[in-house]
């Protein structure tokens, strides 16, 4: 039936754009349909299948699913088909398999026939040239430009070139709906925390959470700067030679992409974690720890994205997006994981208590104010260093390729 | 206006260009002709920065490259034989980018740019998505990013390939103008005819080294070949 559908599509979709933009909206359609059926799945809340006192309205639920198969369905042929193969009516079973097989047969015949007549048709409908897909777009570049018109004029270049470059590239927006679904989902599963069923207190558990959620919220930014950070030096190309041939310093290409990635980034992490903290209902230290951390904690991942792309470039790629399956790619997940890791042990133990000293009111002793400040001296040195060093190598390996 | 002393390019066991050592003077037009993989595109993407070399220096305007990369860079016009560009700009997008990169001053740019994409036969598409645009577009669009800052030294790897006679003829033109106007041309092509027809000297590489140097007439000389055309000179010396 598929197959049918796309034969018959370019006789009746408007062929204004290119068939490599037809395909990418066809891959846009797939993927929101994915991203409902995502959400789809997710408001049923299967976590009540593990709730045993939910179980009798789970089961409800399922019963009032069932209903009786159409006659006119090949599943229906099937499965009567298995069920009386089982029960020894074999009549009924080759009845039901012969109903399954000659439905088959006959889609292939329907299928030949309507390829034979609009397979050609379609295929050359589907050549079309690209038209003027972009009027008056001038105007509306001049606006976005002005925006950036603080910056220096190569940083300008580079700035106003990724920004146009990623929003007009249509493979780019199916994951960015992906992303949004998987956030809403990520916000909701905490709305929907059963703290109070725990054994636990809930003010612990609330804030125990809401720590724990500095290491997810920054695994979740790792796994959307590994798919956009880490390709944008690779998604230069074979243009590449543009940036080469210059009057402009690699660190300064280099940093443009790090802070056109940095700022919606941030943004997005400290809605996430402020989001979250919020439905958590967690301590107002707890939730100055989180937002400060994440601000220390951002810059470090985005660094490592963008240097650590640019050590291990593909610009041969047709797909730069792959490049996070690579071995530079794998690497750069290894290392976020190791420094988020690093920075949440750090903080672990100076927090835990700091926020037992709260709980009982009672203030920190000095050996504990020394662990305290060592400890978090010692992440935000992290944070620092992971800013610079994954740059610099970046930075070199991508001159030393010269 | 451009220098090249002892220029080696080494790609692990090959040695791509053997120190090549060769002057070009202000509004010269200089062809460079070679057969393929003798090291032409090596030796220009070393002048144009793109590449560093194993041993050897290019000064630009008496500005040393690997001393001084983005002053050097910023006097030349850099124009490669593939038209690899950002097909999601649009061609007056991408004139812009062009601009900002080399600072060309905002208050000029647009009349500058109208003009020169007019001169192509691109205005009417600058505002069309790259993608779109044919090879010869591209190659079009490319050399008028590069004469956008008005560069001291034109740096060309086979210019004309793409492109339609029309586009070869106000090239060809074009190119003579700038050198009228004191800018020099460095240029590689495979089109014997346009280095007879364009060029004040042309220079033989062969296996990265420069064999043969000169005038068409002194070149002719060098090869015994007083009657023959540049073809029959360059089959001669780098004949095996």
Known sequence: MQAVITLLKPRFWSHKNGDLSRDSESRTVRLILFGILLFAFRLMRPEQLTNPDAFSSVLQYFRSLETGGSPWLPTTWIFDSIRAALSGSYRTALLGLALAWSFAATLVFVMTWIAGAAYFTGFSKAQTTSERLLPG??????????????LSGPARAFAVKEIKVFFRDQTQ???????????????????????????????????LMAFLNMGLASFVLTALAARFVFPAVST????????????????????????IYYIPLLLLSEILIVATNILLQVTDFMMALSVATIFCMVPGIVAMGVGLGAAYPDFQ???PAQAVTSFGGLLFMILCTVFIGLVIVLEAGPVYQVFMAGVHGRGLSVGQWAWLSVSFSLALLL??????????????RLESRL | MI?????????????AVDRLNLSLQRGEIFGFIGPNGAGKTTTIRMMGGILAPTAGAVTIDGISMADHPQEAKKRIGFIPDRPYLYEKLTGMEFMRFSADLYSVNDGIFVEKAQEILRQFGLFEWSHDLIEAYSHGMKQCLIISAALLHEPLVLIVDEPMVGLDPAAIKMVKDILKNLARSGTTVFMSTHTLKVAEDLCDRIGIIHRGSLIALGTTKELKRAARFQDADLEAVFLRLTEE
């Open chain 2, 3 to 15: 220098e090249l002393k002892d220029l080696s390019k080494r790609y692990g066991k090959t040695l």
């Open chain 1, 383 to 396: 944070c620092v260093l992971a800013v610079i060093l994954p740059m610099r190598i970046g930075e070199r």
């Open chain 1, 137 to 150: 777009r001038s105007e509306r570049s001049k606006s976005a430009a002005w925006l950036l018109h603080f």
């Open chain 1, 317 to 319: 790629s047709e797909n």
């Open chain 1, 236 to 259: 230069e190309g074979p243009a590449f030679w543009i940036v080469r041939a210059a009057p402009v310093q690699m660190r300064a290409f280099l940093w443009v992409k790090y802070f």
């Open chain 1, 173 to 207: 927006w199916p994951q960015i709906f992906l992303i949004l679904a998987l956030i809403v989902i990520y916000l909701y599963n905490f709305s929907v925390l059963p703290l109070e069923k725990s054994p636990m207190k809930t003010v612990y558990l609330q804030n």
